[in-house]
């Protein structure tokens, strides 16, 4: 059985990773709008793995006799100057995810809710991944400059990274 502050903080969790996908579900649009097409691809694929971390919230709430809520969400950003812009803003954004996990960790720690803390440790090791990832592309970013044509191999390359990420994720 949750607690009503563990159900609290496990809602607004489950608020959080709905944003999220709505939030890359927004870029891949943005992207796509502005012929990247790897990009709206790799957008596309978060937006869903997103959605999919929110299902296993729910989920694990309702089995463990919680009452998931889900509420308004926050619209996202829906334009951007540039694509590096985008990629800097969906590394804060993980980076503001990972802190949200960690408190929630924290949380059931100090409740001493062990097992729900031990189900957040598949979201601590996914963030550690997620984080690890957009770094990874801004540097990559970075690296480009403003080169057309490394922008180019850049929209081909990330589709490879959307086809390797979807293979590895498996959210139940």
């Known amino acids: 059985m949750l607690s009503k502050n563990i159900e609290t903080a496990l809602n607004k969790q489950i608020r959080i990773e709905a944003e999220s996908s709505q939030t890359y579900l927004s870029m891949a649009c943005w992207a796509e709008a502005h012929g990247l097409e ?20 729910v989920r694990y709430v309702n089995e463990r006799g ?19 812009e985008m990629f800097e803003e969906l590394y804060k954004h993980e980076l503001f995810v990972s802190e949200s996990i960690n408190e ?19 979201y601590v090791a996914e963030q550690i991944e997620e984080e690890a990832t957009a770094k990874s592309i801004l540097d990559k970013i970075n690296l480009i400059g403003d080169d057309k044509g490394g922008l180019y191999l850049f929209d ?16 139940k």
């Open 38 to 57: 790897g990009i709206a691809e790799f957008m596309y694929t978060q937006s869903d793995e997103e959605r999919a971390h929110m299902l296993k919230l």
């Open 66 to 84: 919680g009452a998931t809520t889900i509420t308004d969400l926050k619209a996202p950003k829906t334009s951007y100057a540039t694509f590096k």
């Open 104 to 122: 929630l960790v924290h949380i059931t720690f100090s409740e001493k809710d062990y097992a729900t803390h031990n189900f957040l440790q598949w």
């Open 156 to 171: 081909r390359d990330i589709q490879q990274l959307t086809v390797t990420s979807s293979i590895a994720i498996n959210p």
